[in-house]
């Protein structure tokens, strides 16, 4: 008897190379799929309050960088009250799209720990309410500020703050 047919044999063989091409184009995804982290670019953060510097307030949030429209990097600190920093801007490769529900970040200010909406709405009236800000530079942020919304809460902190 013959355990061997040349039939099974055909098919053995096409069953191994399969095997073998499937295990080789699996390959260079794992390797896409492991954590390639590059550094893209610098992102100015600082402390937002009524005493952050103007210049300070008008650079927060810009992302540096080769592909961000700010090419250079700024030197730190603007001025002796600057409490702005570079953070890192993080590429994953495809981890990048994969976790669709980071972390919200937060921006820390003198009313508390902030998220981006309420921040940028509160780095606004700071920059309008900026002893040193021009009629331009006002007209300009409060243009911007009127657009987001935010709770009436946060508005009265903002308020309160300001007055005091
Ligand atoms: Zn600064």
């Given at each position: ?9 055909i ?48 650079e ?39 976790k ?29 309410n ?26 009265k ?8």
């Open positions: 008897m013959e355990i061997f047919s040349q039939k099974f044999l098919i053995f063989v096409i069953i191994i190379f399969l095997v073998i091409l499937k295990a080789r184009r699996k390959k260079p995804t794992n390797i896409s799929e492991g954590r390639h982290i590059t550094v893209i670019g610098k992102c100015l953060t600082t402390y937002l309050s009524k005493e952050t510097p103007l210049i300070c307030l008008l927060e949030d810009k992302k540096f960088g080769e592909d961000f429209l700010y090419k250079e990097i700024p030197s730190l600190p603007h001025n002796e009250t600057c409490k702005c920093l570079l953070k890192p801007i993080i590429h994953q490769g495809e981890d990048l799209f994969k669709k529900e980071k972390q919200e970040p937060v921006y820390s200010s003198d009313i508390g720990d902030l998220k981006r909406t309420d921040a940028r709405y509160y780095k606004y009236i700071l920059i309008c900026h002893p040193e800000a021009t009629e331009e530079l006002i007209q300009k942020y409060e243009e911007l500020a009127e657009v987001i919304s935010v709770t009436p809460e946060i508005k902190e903002i308020v309160e703050k300001l007055s005091q």
